[in-house]
């Protein structure tokens, strides 16, 4: 069964810091790997997608990294700003042999950007 | 604000109550799905729905029951809950499934107690 690791837990850096959040999966047969964040009390929301034949994808001062054979993925971000405090969570997307697949979810990593 | 709309936001039901989650996109996604989140937890998967029909069950209990009428709703009937029962209930689309699936797109969820 496919596991998803997330370290830190939790993270608390002054404003400004580039910070790296770590993903680790056990199961390298994936289709894809998401990060999301949440706010609490909400819903989810779709930062990045690394789909399986890809090494990394870039939106803004977010960079996510993908090694399948490793099992593992790292969420960089840039800069960091008091609003990018949120619960970020890594998942993937196993390879059962088509159709529509549900999310293998980490625990999280809760960051907090001081002012 | 979120593609993917969940009514109602907040429902407070009994044990012998029979209630209904609602989720609606009109994104043109073909796959729907439901999770379940306990408070300072990850979402888990309870259903998925590719095309309309039900592709994935994670032996959730009888209790919950989903319904996908067509391609832009879904639906999770609620009946003879327990308490345990009470989580937020998040529901996410992707334009696909599988291989080359898409990002998912989460609602805000429905805060659910069941008292």
């Known amino acids: 069964k496919q596991e998803v690791t997330q370290i830190p837990a939790a993270l608390s850096v002054p404003e400004g810091e580039n910070l790296v959040l770590n993903c680790s999966f056990t199961?390298?047969?994936?289709?894809?790997l998401q990060w999301f964040r949440q706010d609490p009390g909400k819903g989810l929301t779709s930062l990045l997608l690394?789909?399986?034949?890809?090494r990394e994808q870039t939106s803004g001062r977010l960079n996510a990294s993908l090694d399948k054979s490793s099992g593992r993925s790292t969420l960089y971000i840039a800069a960091s700003q008091p609003g990018d405090s949120a619960t970020y969570l890594c998942?993937?997307?196993?390879?059962?042999?088509?159709?529509?697949?549900?999310?293998?979810f980490g625990k999280g990593t809760h960051l907090i950007i001081q002012p | 604000d979120t593609e993917v709309t969940q009514t109602p936001k907040h429902l407070v039901m009994g044990m012998t109550n029979k209630k209904s989650l609602k989720c609606e996109q009109h994104?043109?996604?073909?796959?729907m799905y439901w999770y379940k989140q306990k408070a300072k937890k990850p979402p888990e998967l309870m259903f998925v729905?590719?095309?309309?029909?039900?592709?994935i069950n994670e032996s959730v209990p009888s209790r919950f029951s989903p319904e996908c009428p067509n391609s832009s709703l879904l639906n999770l009937h609620l009946h003879a809950l327990q308490p345990e029962d009470s989580a937020l209930y998040l529901c996410?689309?992707?334009?696909?499934?599988?291989?080359?699936?898409?990002?998912?797109?989460f609602g805000n969820g429905t805060r659910l107690t069941v008292t």
């Open positions: 996410a689309s992707s334009l696909t499934g599988g291989p080359f699936s898409s990002p998912l797109h």
């Open positions: 199961d390298s047969a994936i289709y894809n």
């Open positions: 690394i789909q399986s034949s890809q």
């Open positions: 998942a993937v997307t196993q390879s059962t042999g088509g159709g529509a697949d549900g999310l293998t």
């Open positions: 994104m043109g996604h073909r796959a």
């Open positions: 729905y590719s095309y309309e029909k039900l592709s």
